[in-house]
């Protein structure tokens, strides 16, 4: 049975490699790796193969004999730290194989800062598609790797883009090797910049949302607004306290606007899904930018029509319009005939839609009306007084199937 061993080489630098690693190296005649890992041994007696690519290992050690071989594959940083070895080590049943633990990247970075990471969110941005700015909102600290097109210039314009341009961001590269690096500032100072590809990143956050405790109803300037109409704090809450989401529920955000509805009915429904119609492309962008603050993976985005791309979305098990661009009546004939125990609200600015609604459901002895006038002021400093200055009153109508 063929000898492979899987050593963790560290972050580079070969006085940086565990006794066992090193002698695990030195007793393999054969060695593994991309060009930087195997630099340090090419003066030794060993056949080298330049390569990370699991199919080509494999071709490799077909090739070889158990009886004079012993390999060894290197990988970066540690074995078991976003490492080669999960991919290959399952596809070695037929040899003999010893792994070799190396000191992380995260290890060795947190070690050059000072800094403590047992309380750090990992994530890696190399090849994967994580969401960085997710995991920025909810933590103090973020460590990531990066790689690939998620380079660090690109993922701090990505937290600039989403409203964290003041969180303070460290930058690793070529670490533990001569050329080392570390670059530090604010993310939006970082934006152009130029850094390797392969790099890590340390991310602060010193106001992260408490993700634990969620109550709806977040401050209005947590979500990216521009000049797109949002549904205001206190509204927000009261409409989605009446909608009365589930965790399993289907739910429509209609004229979603900022998308500040759709990302906490998301946050809500964490089991089912939100659809957000929206026809402004503005407002469309900022629905993307704002749900992946929040890592609201359960928010599709519908553009066009609402009146038209209904027809085409699953039954909701509830449903909240912002906007109805004139075609109130015919979306709520929709909704029905999906599901005629739908649970709607409707917030209304003007006396105008308010009359619509009520028209709409004079007839429908089988449906209850709540209307709920909000009329909200908030303070404003003005010298040494606070005055309170009022917000447009927004009717919040609910309706709901009698008997559900």
């Keep these: ?51 990370i690519s699991t199919a080509k290992i494999l071709d490799i050690i077909k090739e070889l004999d158990p009886a004079k071989d012993i390999v060894g594959i290197l990988v970066s940083g540690d074995i078991g730290f976003f490492s080669l070895t999960k991919t290959i080590a399952d596809k070695l049943s037929a040899c003999e194989v010893k792994r070799f633990c190396g000191i992380s990247s995260l290890v060795y970075f947190t070690q050059k800062l000072d800094m403590s990471w047992d309380d750090a969110k ?36 990505e937290l600039c883009d989403c409203g964290y341009s003041d969180v303070f961001v460290y930058v690793g590269e070529n670490l533990s090797y001569a050329d080392e690096k570390i670059t530090k500032g604010f993310a939006s100072e970082l934006v152009g910049m130029e850094f390797p590809s392969l790099s890590v990143m340390m991310i602060i956050n010193d106001k992260p949302i408490d993700g634990c405790h969620y109550v709806h109803g977040l401050p209005d300037d947590f979500f990216v607004r521009a000049k797109v109409p ?7 809450s009261i409409s989605i306290s009446k909608l009365a989401p589930r965790s399993t529920d289907i739910i429509y955000d209609i004229g979603a606007g900022t998308g500040s509805v759709s990302v906490e009915l998301a946050l809500i429904a964490k089991n089912g899904k939100v659809w957000a119609f929206e026809r402004n492309p503005e407002a469309i962008e900022l629905i993307r930018m704002n749900s992946k603050k929040l890592n609201a993976q359960n928010l599709a985005i519908v553009e066009g029509e609402a009146s038209t791309e209904i027809k085409e979305t699953p039954a ?55 209307i709920v006038n909000v009329f909200c002021a908030r303070s404003q400093k003005i010298g040494s007084y606070n005055l309170m200055k009022a917000q447009n009153p927004v009717y919040v109508i609910s309706a709901n199937r009698k008997g559900e």
Excluded at 123 to 133: A, D, E, P, T
Excluded at 230 to 236: F, I, L, P, Y
């Design 230 to 236: 949002m549904t205001k704090q206190e509204v927000r």
């Design 1 to 51: 049975m063929l000898k492979v061993n899987i050593i963790g080489i560290g972050p580079g630098n070969p006085e940086l490699l565990t006794r066992e690693a090193a002698l695990a190296i030195e007793q393999s005649n054969i060695l593994i790796g991309d060009s930087r890992m195997l630099a340090a041994y090419t003066t030794e007696k060993k056949t080298v193969f330049q390569t």
């Design 316 to 370: 909701p098990d509830c449903v909240f319009i912002g906007g109805s661009g004139g075609n109130l009546h015919s979306m709520l004939d929709t909704i029905y005939l999906k599901n005629n125990k739908a649970r709607v609200v409707i917030n209304a600015i003007t006396v105008e839609t308010l009359a619509s609604v009520l028209d709409y459901y004079k007839n429908k002895s089988n449906y209850e009306i709540e």
């Design 122 to 157: 990992i994530i890696s941005m190399h090849g994967r598609n994580n969401n960085l700015v997710a995991a920025v909102a909810k933590n103090t600290k973020v460590f990531s790797l990066t790689g690939g097109e998620n380079s660090p210039a690109k993922l701090c314009k």
